[in-house]
């Protein structure tokens, strides 16, 4: 960083200056007054190098005060009344500002592995949300920025367990648009804020706890926020039901109810915040990837509670009829007023809606063309009815 520096010890020392003295003088005297430079310690290629954590009026007043909130919740920006903000302090996103401004890669260093979608070991492995990297750390490099509610809602699930989980402390609201139940998650949290109680409303721009790295987060350097929006797809029963039969010995069971990560289908954060819409708007103008028929008398509750996405039988039915998003989000439905012949059907699909973004494992293709029932696609279909298909 500096470079060399070659001082006569006897010339120092006539002058009464130790050697060692003089250099730290010297590298205090070029350190930038703005910043203070923070050794890393964790065991990770990270810790080979210097973290650098800008100091400015915000910076201090959040470290005086870690858990209360900036006036008003917080000055961030918004698009439009009762469209989401930010869930932290980061105004990078709102400012057009790179990407690596606002989101925390992993180990890997790739910008990417920290947004949703198909991003990690190759595309092979699906990101469920994007991670929002911290914008204030103390002198121990720990972070202090707060987590916001990113609308109004109720508060759904509060888990302060981190080891049973990867999100480590996480909280789930559950938010209400007109014939529509949609989530918000924000995961990894270091402390869940006191005041929270399952089953509580809760204002835009709440505080829900403090920026951490609990989970399956490598340690400070790569501390976040997970932030998820999307559905829960099955009940606690249909869910569990499931979980049960995945374990060889149900030694560990389901502790998170219907807000397991394994039950939520989540839509691209992003997206959501650039679409300048509410929830119901943005989901409807998703691509249609693929269209399913599938065979049973059931009514799920997700369909129940959400029909703005489309409509409940009035008279006999067989099945439904449902369109899915590439990742497997349910789009729209319809029930089926014929018997169907088999179980499940494909009525359509769009090959390259399926493929361009990277394998779900959603709807699949074998070798010979032919479409096959992914096991994503599997877990959700058992989470809506409660049955295989």
């Known amino acids: 960083m500096y470079k060399k520096l070659v001082v006569p010890s006897m010339l120092l020392a006539a002058f009464g200056i130790a050697p060692k003295q003089f250099l730290l003088a010297v590298a205090k005297k070029c350190m930038p007054s703005t910043s203070t430079v923070i050794s890393n310690k964790a065991g990770s290629e990270s810790a080979k190098r210097p973290c650098v954590v800008q100091k400015n009026e915000k910076t201090v007043g959040s470290l005086k005060s870690k858990s209360e909130p900036t006036k008003n919740g917080s000055d961030i920006p918004q698009f439009a009344p009762g469209l989401p903000r930010w869930p932290t302090d980061n105004r990078a996103f709102f400012d057009d500002k790179p990407l690596a401004d606002y989101i925390q890669p992993t180990q890997s260093g790739r910008l990417a592995s920290g947004l949703w979608g198909c991003t990690r070991n190759q595309g092979k492995k699906f990101h469920a949300g994007v991670d929002i990297k911290s914008l204030y750390r103390d002198r121990r490099y720990v972070p202090q920025d707060r987590i916001f509610a990113a609308l109004p809602g109720k508060v759904a699930y509060i888990n302060t367990n981190p ?227």
């Not at 909280?171 to 014939?179: A, D, G, R, Y």
């Not at 693929?290 to 799920?300: G, S």
């Not at 010979?368 to 009815?385: H, V």
């Open 163 to 389: 080891k049973n989980s990867v999100y480590g402390n996480y909280v789930v609201l559950e938010h209400f648009e007109p014939n529509l139940r949609f989530y918000t998650l924000y995961a990894h949290l270091a402390s869940v804020e006191p005041t929270l109680k399952v089953g509580q409303s809760v204002a835009q721009s709440a505080l829900l706890g403090v920026m951490g790295c609990t989970g399956n987060v490598p340690g400070l350097y790569y501390a976040h926020v997970h932030f998820e929006v999307g559905f829960s797809v099955g009940t606690e029963q249909t869910f569990t039901r499931w979980y049960n039969m995945q374990q060889e010995k149900p030694k560990d069971p389901n502790a998170h109810g219907q807000w397991h990560a394994f039950n939520l289908v989540s839509l691209d954060p992003l997206e959501f915040f650039r679409a300048k819409s509410n929830f119901t708007h943005f989901l409807k103008a998703q691509p249609i990837a693929f269209t399913l028929f599938v065979a049973t008398n059931k009514i799920p509750d997700f369909m129940a509670q959400n029909t703005a996405l489309g409509m409940l039988p009035s008279e006999k039915f067989y099945g439904w009829r449902i369109d899915f998003t590439w990742f497997g989000a349910v789009v729209h439905f319809e029930p089926l007023l014929q018997p169907q012949k088999e179980k499940w059907q494909v009525v359509s699909f769009d090959k390259r809606e399926l493929e361009k973004n990277g394998n779900r494992h959603t709807l699949e293709f074998d070798k010979n063309n032919r479409p096959f029932l992914g096991e994503t696609l599997e877990r959700y279909l058992f989470e809506l009815f409660g049955e295989a298909f």
